[in-house]
């Protein structure tokens, strides 16, 4: 079957005016059923990549995160206590704990040697410090909490939560 499809195209007429003028073209309705075909084969491809898209922009944002400023000697030992006091968050214009918060809960699930890493976080009185110590140091493994200072403790990343980054934190 063959469809007929119209559509307009510009010209400059004598005086410079722009002309328009229908042209009909002969379409072939197999090309664009295949056409459909492929688009759908498409949009289910995209369908299947999302997870892995949404995962790559997930891990894109957690990179973001990172303090990417400490000395090296931090990021290579392996802490069996961490204590965030800092910075100060009780001004809008004071960066707050959120990035001290994600970069200590990495480091504490990256830890090869046995046992744990006990994080003590002070002052944690913003929502938003909150939300981040819940996310990442994890609310299930807050063993104790006394007014605004709270006792977490990580244990290390296992090689299955390596591997898929919305289970690393929780």
């Given at each position: 079957m063959t469809l007929l499809a119209t559509h307009l195209t510009?010209?400059?007429g004598e005086g410079?005016?722009?002309?328009?003028?229908?042209?009909?073209?002969?379409?072939?309705?197999?090309?664009?059923?295949?056409?459909?075909?492929?688009?759908?084969?498409?949009?289910?491809?995209?369908?299947?990549?999302?997870?892995?898209?949404?995962?790559?922009?997930?891990?894109?944002?957690?990179?973001?995160?990172?303090?990417k400023d400490l000395p090296e000697e931090v990021y290579n030992r392996e802490w069996d206590v961490i204590m965030i006091d800092g910075p100060a968050g009780y001004l809008p214009e004071l960066p707050g704990r959120m990035?001290?918060?994600?970069?200590?809960?990495?480091?504490?699930?990256?830890?090869?040697?046995?046992?744990?890493?006990?994080?003590?976080l002070h002052d944690v009185n913003r929502k938003v410090e909150k939300i981040y110590a819940e996310r990442f140091l994890c609310k299930r493994r807050l063993v104790k909490a006394v007014d605004s200072l709270w006792h977490f403790v990580i244990p290390p990343a296992t090689k299955e939560e390596m591997k898929k980054p919305r289970r690393f934190f929780c």
């Open positions: 510009g010209t400059a410079g005016e722009q002309v328009a003028a229908a042209e009909e073209v002969m379409v072939d309705a197999g090309a664009v059923q295949g056409l459909a075909v492929e688009v759908d084969a498409l949009v289910d491809e995209s369908m299947q990549q999302r997870p892995i898209l949404m995962e790559a922009i997930h891990i894109a944002i957690l990179i973001w995160l990172i303090l990035a001290v918060i994600f970069t200590v809960a990495v480091m504490a699930r990256l830890r090869t040697r046995p046992g744990v890493t006990h994080v003590i």
